[in-house]
């Protein structure tokens, strides 16, 4: 097993490189819309239930006819709840972002697989909010037939979401999935919780959402509730329902007998349920969430990517594996993060979905294994960790109990050893470093350099040159090292290159060579320095 500590520049760079990969780009904006034809609509969406319910009690259907049934009316749906949505142009932009309170718009273009993938979804989140009776419009502007429209909504990628109060944009930081998309706009919208009075109300309730946090209050009254108010308007992605009736609340939550202060939180997986003991306050309520809100093992996708990185879990543990794989290990992975579930976030991953799976193997010199790999992050201290033994439960588990205790080796990137017999220059790698910079007895130059610099070509040819100049010179080695594939603790270099001579007497501190310097600049920086440390066998000058 294996550590490495970042440069601030790197991890922000690591953390940019991520977002940039993950599938949507997002703003935001809010409104307000009534229309007879939605109402219309909203209610032939209803009647198409009935009328399914209908026809299967008087004619029953062989499999084939009801198939054939359910496909046809989930396409009615669809377009249904499709029409609810407004369409933009040219002429009803301006008229609708100004005569609304709260409106939503998508950006969207006709050949953009995203946003073929995002629209339907939209679709389904203007239908629930609707027919909840929210004051959001929800709009889509076709951002490629409509450039000016776009234009003056600040659409500028596909797919876009402006969310507008008052006329006036706002980011949108909610999810991507429908459900998510409702929760966000009731709570932007003035509603962060929902009352919910009778049990035919919360069953209701519950086929709607998957996850959300449920609050019991006598009266909706007092300190707790203030609190709980305060959380809800603070959490974006969970919807908060509030009650008064303990057997309303037992149909929310029904695996305990709530009290007449209690606060939940239900997902849909094995850990299903989950309660906060003691006072509630604003701060509990968010910190149990942000720490409970995802599953055990959470798998990892282009919608979720950038919650899993923002996550206030600083020990993370990631499995790469092939889809098939994963669902092999999933419940022994579950079962290792029950044990680790209040200090370590498991994720898993799809190591054939390349923009999720590279980014974090690249850090490890792995972006090409295919193989089942397990790596860990503490990012209190910025280091990562490998696991190099077999990838077996037994050993998963003892390298998570080994990052929670601190005592896992860190892991750096390092090429093989190279031969360098006879070499000018030597080629330091990972492993060498040790032994070719810090613990050599004689004065170093090291060049530091990556593939992608563009200026360090023309450095290694000055380089090469000074090696020349100085050859046979005992007390001064010349050195090179890339570390786009090497790491060691000791070199934090964050520009490219980079000049660094180690003085035979003080190794701890390098002395850093301009790199614009001409080769007669950079000799004489040399002898200066052999000079200073007594060495009488200096080159002349170039």
């Known amino acids: 097993m294996s550590e490495f500590r970042f440069s601030s520049r790197f991890l922000i760079f690591t953390f940019i490189s991520l977002l940039l990969l993950s599938p949507f780009t997002f703003t935001s904006a809010l409104l307000e819309h009534e229309d007879a034809d939605d109402l219309e609509a909203i209610q032939e969406l209803i009647a198409l239930d009935e009328q399914e319910e209908e026809v299967d009690n008087l004619h029953p259907r062989t499999n084939l006819e009801v198939n054939d049934f359910v496909k046809k009316s989930e396409a009615e749906v669809l377009s249904k709840a499709q ?61 490629e037939r409509y450039p000016k429209a776009a234009s003056s909504l600040g659409i500028k990628g596909f797919p876009t979401l402006l969310l507008f109060v008052n006329g006036t944009s706002q980011p949108y930081t909610g999810g991507f999935s429908s459900e998510e998309m409702v929760v966000w706009a009731r709570k932007k919208t003035g509603s962060p919780v929902l009352r919910i009075d009778s049990i035919i109300e919360a069953n209701e309730f519950l086929k709607q959402h998957a996850m959300y946090a449920v609050g019991l209050f006598e009266n909706f009254e007092g300190p707790g509730h203030e609190e709980f108010v305060k959380a809800a308007t603070a959490e974006n992605e969970i919807q908060f329902v509030e009650t008064s009736d303990s057997e309303v609340a037992k149909v929310l939550y029904p695996v305990a007998k709530p009290t007449k202060l209690f606060f939940g939180l239900v997902k849909s997986e094995p850990e299903q349920h989950t309660s906060l003991d003691g006072d509630l306050s604003a701060d509990r309520i968010l910190n149990f969430l942000e720490n409970k809100k995802f599953p055990l093992v959470t798998i990892m996708t282009e919608a979720n990517s950038a919650k899993v990185y923002s996550s206030p879990k600083k020990l993370q543990v990631y499995v790469f594996a092939e889809a098939d794989e994963l669902k092999k290990v999933h419940e022994p992975l579950q079962d290792i993060a029950r044990k680790f579930n209040s200090e370590i976030m498991l994720v898993a991953v799809d190591i054939g979905e390349d923009n999720l799976a590279k980014p974090f193997l690249t850090l490890f010199g792995l972006e090409d294994s295919e193989d089942t790999t397990v790596i860990g992050f503490d990012y209190n201290g910025n280091l990562k960790y490998l696991l190099e033994l077999d990838p077996k439960s037994s050993n998963i588990e003892e390298f998570c109990a080994g990052l929670v205790r601190g005592t896992l080796p860190p892991y750096y990137k390092s090429q093989p050893i190279p031969e360098n017999k006879n070499a000018t220059i030597l080629t330091v790698v990972g492993k060498t470093f040790d032994d070719l910079v810090l613990n050599s007895p004689t004065n170093v130059f090291l060049e530091v350099h990556t593939p992608w610099c563009i200026t360090c070509d023309t450095t290694s040819k000055q380089v090469e040159k000074l090696a020349k100049h100085f050859k046979g010179l005992d007390s001064l080695v010349f050195s090179r090292i890339d570390v786009s594939t090497n790491e060691h603790p000791k070199l934090l270099v964050e520009d490219y290159p980079t000049l660094l001579f180690y003085p035979a007497t003080d190794k701890s501190n390098p002395i850093k060579f301009p790199t614009k310097s001409g080769l007669k600049e950079l000799a004489a920086l040399i002898n200066s320095h052999l000079k200073s440390q007594g060495d009488s066998m200096a080159k002349d000058e170039l």
Not at 95 to 123: I, T
């Open 83 to 143: 029409r609810i949505v407004l369409e933009l142009n040219s002429d009803n932009t301006e008229r609708a972002v100004e005569k609304n309170e709260y409106v939503l718009v998508l950006g969207y273009a006709p050949w953009c697989s995203r946003s073929a993938e995002l629209m339907p979804r939209f679709a389904e989140a203007a239908n629930v909010l609707k027919g909840s009776g929210s004051p959001l419009l929800m709009a889509k502007l076709d951002a």
